[in-house]
């Protein structure tokens, strides 16, 4: 398996896009792992968590072709971790792609080539929004979207990838986030984005799955207690929960994903403390690889 992290800041990037706080302008002025847009990750290059605004930019600099993503999995419908424009681009005029070029010079279409099928799981409010109950419609034919509207504790599959939701601690409208075990060829992953510390019944569905790696949220870093986002103390508290649960299939491995910059130091400063607390600062671009069974 592996696993690219497409981006990884919260909602307001990071540096913030209109903020010149101390954290943003160092993180501007140091450059690279330090600059963080909205998290997603791509799962062997045709599977993704989350997709938002920036998610299509982050694939190009990363050299990943999202024409050949098959699977979407949401974690809620906030606009940094679903980005209706994206879903709208992908719609194209039925028959379009048969024209000729004089023929579709003469069309108006956000796409004009195939693209496979892409089997789409989310919360009734991530699939509102994409219908057009929120905002404008997108008509999932033309788009070439199979959607399945997801419940927590449930198992779910697609295109040779299985997945368990968990209730998510974070308010998605009327409802919550939801999280995702994720198992493919042998390799079992937590993917917690975005929640604060999980609800009892969701620790106990943890407790149930063995876990090569985990990625969780560190929204709120050196600060507030928040009851909805993870913060350092939390993501800690966390560790503690596998360790002495024993979920790990080998040694620990925690990403912490989800960085805020007005909570967070810079990733050169940063890194180091997450790493002495047995966790590791992802960064945008940064590629994890694990052999499949």
């Not at 540096?15 to 997603?40: Q, T």
């Not at 990750?41 to 990943?64: L, V």
């Not at 106990?204 to 870093?221: L, P, Q, S, V």
Request: glycine residues 8%; contains cysteine; hydrophobic residues 35%.
């Amino acid at each position: 398996m592996k696993i690219t992290f497409l981006g990884t800041s919260a909602g307001e990037e990071y540096p913030g896009i209109w903020c010149d706080c101390e954290n943003c302008a160092r993180a501007r002025s140091l450059g690279g792992r330090n600059i963080r847009r909205n998290s997603a990750i791509m799962i062997d290059g045709d599977a993704m968590i989350d997709i938002g605004k920036t998610a299509h930019i982050q694939a190009e600099r990363f050299n990943k072709n999202f024409r050949k993503i098959k699977t979407l999995l949401v974690t809620h419908s906030h606009s940094d971790h679903f980005d209706l424009h994206t879903m709208w681009a992908r719609q194209m005029t039925p028959g379009v792609d048969a024209m000729s070029r004089e023929e579709q010079n003469k069309t108006a279409s956000p796409r004009f080539t195939k693209a496979p099928v892409l089997d789409m799981f989310g919360n009734e409010r991530v699939e509102d929004a994409l219908r057009g109950a929120i905002k404008g419609a997108i008509n999932c034919d033309e788009a070439n979207i199979n959607f399945t509207r997801v419940k927590p504790f449930e198992n779910y599959k697609a295109d040779n990838i299985e997945f368990f939701t968990l209730d998510g601690n974070h308010s998605d409208g009327d409802m919550r986030s939801i999280n995702y075990i994720i198992s493919r060829g042998g390799v079992t992953f937590l993917y917690m984005l975005d929640s604060g510390w999980p609800f009892e019944e969701t620790l106990n569905a943890m407790k149930k799955y063995k876990y090569d790696f985990i990625i969780t949220e560190g929204t709120f870093g050196l600060g507030m207690d928040s009851l909805t986002h993870m913060n350092f103390d939390k993501c800690k508290r966390l560790l503690g929960f596998f360790n002495e649960n024993k979920l790990w299939k080998n040694e620990p491995e925690y990403y912490l994903t989800h960085i805020a910059p007005h909570w967070s130091p810079p990733h050169d400063e940063y890194a180091p403390a997450v790493e002495a607390a047995g966790m590791k600062l992802a960064y945008d671009g940064l590629v994890l690889e694990y052999e499949y069974i």
